[in-house]
Each structure stands twice: as structure tokens, then as C-alpha cells.
């Protein structure tokens, strides 16, 4: 049985996971899993554990690291004077 597991990224979360499957020629939905082998193989540390929780906590306040910050400057700019 096959299961679909639908991701939703921002334009800025896709863009880099983009350029790096064109750079390995690969496809987007080949560097995702290979992300989640990565982190299904080290799963059993309470370490990585907490990172999946903490990742998923944070998710919704902002864009992680690795994504393009194209927001960045609008975000700046919005923030009323102090």
C-alpha cells in the first residue's frame, strides 16, 4: 500500500530545496526524502527527538534557517518605530 504524505513549503522554504535538487539533478520530492531518511535513521536519539518537536513548535513564528529570506526586509519594514 502507498501512502501520500503532502508537504506545504513558502516560496522561500521551496526555493532552496529547489536549487539543490537542480544542482545534484535531482527532483525536490528526492532531497525531501532524502530528509526524511536522514532523520528517520537518527530518530531513536532523544536528541533528534527534540529537534522534530522544537522544529515543529517553531514552524508557524517565522522561516527556518536554511530558507531565502525574501520576506526579511518586508518583515523589518513593517515593524512599527519604537
Given at each position: 500500500m502507498n501512502s501520500t504524505i503532502?508537504?506545504?513549503l513558502d516560496p522561500e522554504e521551496f526555493a532552496p530545496?529547489?536549487?539543490l535538487a537542480r544542482d545534484l539533478q535531482l527532483t525536490p520530492e528526492d532531497v525531501v526524502y532524502a530528509g526524511l531518511d536522514r532523520i528517520m535513521k537518527d530518530s531513536r536519539e532523544s536528541s533528534t527527538r527534540q529537534e522534530i518537536i522544537d522544529i515543529q513548535k517553531g514552524r508557524h513564528q517565522g522561516l527556518p534557517v536554511w530558507a531565502d529570506d525574501a520576506r526579511g526586509v518586508h518583515?523589518?519594514?513593517?515593524k512599527q518605530d519604537e
Open positions: 503532502k508537504l506545504h530545496v529547489a536549487r518583515i523589518y519594514e513593517s
